[in-house]
């Protein structure tokens, strides 16, 4: 465990802490990135929560402190040194924090499964860091899935595998289920069932003054429209009610290709974005370019997943008619399938951007050149790893939501759409700037070519954005209204938007 050092005015009682030898509870905290002040509104929040959940507040230097404000977290640049984490175990427990939180006006984060990756999106320095951890119970239904917001994906495809049934959640297994299911969320079946979001069938939310509400079609459906897709911009979720469908099976391909086959590999990526069917057969795929700058080779790799058992898996057709350097074809569960997949938590400082564009695989293939010549500038940062990555917005996945009577905010017609982003990690503090500058410059400047060309979309997921991006530019102007006037309806002392760090806010 790291050593903190505490300066400042003692402001707690070192008799009550649980480990006084290691616990000094003061104005600041010593960090090796620098102090980190701890303001007397955060105290006050730390001590109300201590005086009433005793054994659910982790100090700084506690047992417990680094594993919930780093080792929960993916990106090593979220870690943040917060005054006092709450690991609540109830939604009660969370309700009363809200209320501590606004009575102190205290700031404060949450975090589910810590997979959002830039500084200060689920963390916070001095404030109080709620971890949803503990919140981690589900219960199976007949065609529906209660799940608490400390659960990951692969907790819940599990769930689900003996009931030969799956949710529509994330497609790495430790993402966790609320932030996904809040900003949209994208998996392989979303052709035929729309997106996370899309799929819930009931939010229970503890508001900014404590009141704890469960949004649905038919109760608070303002808010529950707001749900899909609007973040945390309105409560804590303590509980999601989801979807599930029967699918005992799942038919899964992976392929790697050189880079002689990437004009087919872009091709046959637009060409299933643009395939446009009344029912589909639900099925998707990761599609990720990578570039190692010190051998200069780049290679692609499809991970496709589809419902059912087809052997060769036949939405995947366009892919395996392309030569590839490895490819896999294997029937599991989605249980089985998300077990071998993730990408593991505090390896990388990463930095994503995105943009959205009409599907055209020739300006897809000019965005890789332009992408793998601009990775040289950078070719000394250390430890390196460039990768662009290419997500598919089908029209019957837009449809889904155009047409079951609730909607969500991202507002988009049913018009294929192809996501563009560069994953870019690397080692060391010291490149933080010249990476993001890097990454947002590049992004920004051939997101412009396309404006040009008039096949630029000004959709952005909150999913793959970086901190420096503004989703709500991309929905449209009425919805953005009406989540500000739902806003001012369910949280009308903006606990969310003042106190409130991270995500992707509505702005004042
Ligand atoms: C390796 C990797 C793979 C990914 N793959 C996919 C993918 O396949 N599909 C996809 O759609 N996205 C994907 N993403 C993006 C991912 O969906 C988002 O990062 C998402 O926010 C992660 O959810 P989480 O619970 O882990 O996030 P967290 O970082 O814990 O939370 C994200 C945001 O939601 C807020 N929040 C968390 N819980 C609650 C709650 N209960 N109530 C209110 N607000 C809450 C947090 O405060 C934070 O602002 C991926 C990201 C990574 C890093």
């Given at each position: ?182 900003i949209g969320g994208f998996?392989?079946?979303n052709n035929k069932y729309g997106y996370a979001m899309d ?26 429209w707001a749900?899909k897709g609007g ?39 637009c060409h299933s974005a643009m395939v446009d069917e009344e029912d589909p057969?639900?099925?998707g ?69 995105h943009k959205t564009m009409k599907p055209d695989?020739?300006t ?27 997500n598919e917005i089908t029209p019957s996945s837009l449809r889904v939501a155009n047409t079951n009577g609730v909607g969500n905010v991202w507002g988009l017609k049913a018009e294929p759409l192809m996501i563009w ?26 997101h412009?070519?396309n404006q040009?060309k008039g096949i630029a979309s000004e959709f952005v997921y909150m999913?793959d ?6 989703p709500f530019v991309g929905f449209p102007a009425e919805n953005v209204n009406r989540m ?25």
């Amino acid at each position: 465990m790291k050593l903190l050092l505490f300066t400042g005015v003692s402001l707690w009682s070192l008799a009550s802490a649980r480990s006084s030898a290691s616990v000094v509870q003061t104005g600041s905290i010593s960090t090796p990135a620098g102090t980190v002040e701890i303001t007397k509104e955060e105290q006050c929040a730390c001590r109300e929560l201590r005086a009433s959940f005793a054994k659910n507040v982790i100090l700084p230097g506690q047992a417990n402190y680094t594993e919930q404000t780093k080792d929960y977290y993916w990106d090593v640049r979220a870690d943040l040194s917060p005054a006092c984490v709450f690991v609540p175990e109830t939604a009660d427990a969370v309700a009363s924090a809200i209320e501590i939180f606004s009575s102190c006006n205290a700031q404060f984060a949450v975090r589910g499964g810590g997979h959002m990756n830039y500084p200060g999106s689920n963390n916070i320095d001095g404030g109080v860091l709620v971890a949803l951890s503990s919140l981690n119970s589900y219960t199976v239904n007949k065609d529906s899935i209660d799940v608490g917001p400390g659960l990951n994906w692969y907790n819940v495809y599990t769930a689900l595998e003996s009931h030969g049934r799956v949710a529509i959640g994330g497609r790495m297994k430790t993402i966790g289920v609320p932030g996904l299911t809040l900003i949209g969320g994208f998996h392989y079946f979303n052709n035929k069932y729309g997106y996370a979001m899309d799929n819930v069938l009931s939010y229970d939310v503890v508001l900014g003054n404590g009141t704890q509400v469960t949004a649905a079609k038919d109760s608070h459906p303002d808010l529950f429209w707001a749900l899909k897709g609007g973040a945390n911009n309105y409560g804590v979720v303590t509980k999601f009610t989801l979807k599930t469908y029967s699918v005992p099976k799942v038919t899964s391909t992976i392929q790697m290709f050189n880079e002689s086959a990437f004009p087919q590999f872009f091709d046959a990526m637009c060409h299933s974005a643009m395939v446009d069917e009344e029912d589909p057969t639900a099925a998707g795929m990761i599609a990720t370019v990578s570039y190692n700058v010190t051998t200069k080779v780049a290679s692609a790799s499809l991970l496709g997943v589809q419902e059912g058992v087809s052997m060769p898996p036949s939405k995947f057709a366009n892919f395996s008619s392309i030569p590839a350097t490895m490819r896999i074809n294997n029937v599991t569960t989605m249980g089985q399938w998300s077990s071998e997949l993730d990408s593991p938590k505090q390896m990388f400082r990463v930095m994503f951007s995105h943009k959205t564009m009409k599907p055209d695989s020739e300006t897809i293939l000019s965005i890789y050149k332009a992408w793998k010549a601009a990775v040289e500038q950078i070719s000394d940062v250390e430890g390196l790893y460039p990768t662009f990555v290419l997500n598919e917005i089908t029209p019957s996945s837009l449809r889904v939501a155009n047409t079951n009577g609730v909607g969500n905010v991202w507002g988009l017609k049913a018009e294929p759409l192809m996501i563009w982003q560069f994953s870019t990690g690397w080692a060391l503090s010291q490149d933080d700037l010249r990476v993001e500058a890097w990454s947002q410059q590049l992004t920004e400047r051939l997101h412009a070519i396309n404006q040009e060309k008039g096949i630029a979309s000004e959709f952005v997921y909150m999913g793959d954005a970086g901190g420096w991006q503004d989703p709500f530019v991309g929905f449209p102007a009425e919805n953005v209204n009406r989540m500000r006037d739902i806003r001012a309806a369910y949280d009308p002392s903006k606990t969310f938007s003042r106190l409130n760090w991270g995500g992707f806010k509505l702005g004042m």
